[in-house]
């Protein structure tokens, strides 16, 4: 056997709703996804060329170099494809706008001339295809292009440390059961800066001795793209009404 075993980050996009739109509005859809895609990896400081990239034919599944840390799939990809699509959506015609469903995990796949396997994918496949992230993303304002659902392990590895760029609590824990796969998940909605039950359900998820930590000094991240849109990370506590705290 050729295949070597290799612990990736994995990342999948699928196209809400791409289906009856026409060839014409699919081809132009495709040529924005892979170009939005290769832009925000490129921010990322991750070469298109050092990724393994499937099709999947309303999306992309894409094996990110072993040496990539996971967070950067959060930020800035995922805030960097959501300002892109979000600037598309703008000044697209209908059948050419694109909101997206992204899901994330990591773990040990098996890579070889015959292509990415094992059960890492498996999951991967589960989460893009998940209920939770589906209908948050139907039930959205047309102005959020993308949900993000990123399973128990990425988000212990990633979102709960609070890295730059990004926030655990915009984050809500959600129950995925799809076909034999069940577990817990998280997902995200770019914009929704308080997903009811997000902070408690995180609280739930950390030890007991994090949650009686008194709150530091307030920490803010932001950053601002070209296309008029600004992200931001806010940590500890913030007093903005111009009077002392007491």
């Not at 196209?15 to 895609?37: F, K, P």
């Not at 921010?43 to 298109?48: A, F, H, M, R, Y």
């Not at 929704?192 to 949650?211: F, I, K, M, N, S």
Request: hydrophobic content about 40%; glycine content about 10%; proline content about 7%.
């Amino acid at each position: 056997m050729d295949a070597v075993l290799e612990y990736r980050p994995l990342m999948a996009v699928d196209i809400e709703r791409s289906g009856g739109r026409g060839d014409v509005a699919l081809l132009r859809i495709r040529e924005v996804l892979l170009n939005t895609l290769q832009e925000a990896l490129k921010e990322s400081g991750i070469d298109w060329q050092d990724c393994r990239i499937n099709d999947l034919g309303d999306g992309l599944r894409i094996v990110a170099p072993a040496w990539a840390p996971k967070s950067r799939l959060i930020h800035p990809l995922f805030h960097e494809l959501v300002v892109r699509l979000h600037a598309h959506n703008r000044t697209a015609a209908g059948p050419t706008r694109i909101r997206l469903r992204v899901a994330l995990h990591a773990g040990d796949v098996w890579l070889g001339r015959a292509g990415v396997a094992g059960g890492p994918l498996e999951v991967l496949a589960r989460l893009l295809d998940a209920r939770p992230a589906r209908e948050a993303l139907a039930g959205a304002p047309l102005t959020v292009p993308a949900s993000l659902l990123v399973s128990q392990h990425f988000y212990d590895e990633t979102v709960r440390h609070g890295y730059p760029g990004i926030d655990p609590e915009s984050f809500r824990r959600v129950d995925v059961t799809e076909k034999e796969y069940s577990a817990n998940a998280w997902l995200h909605l770019p914009g929704a800066a308080a997903l009811t039950g997000g902070a408690a359900a995180r609280d739930q998820a950390v030890e007991p001795h994090r949650r009686d930590r008194p709150a530091g000094l307030s920490k803010m991240i932001n950053k601002a793209s070209g296309h008029g849109v600004v992200y931001a990370t806010q940590n500890g506590n913030q007093n903005i009404s111009g009077r002392p705290p007491e």
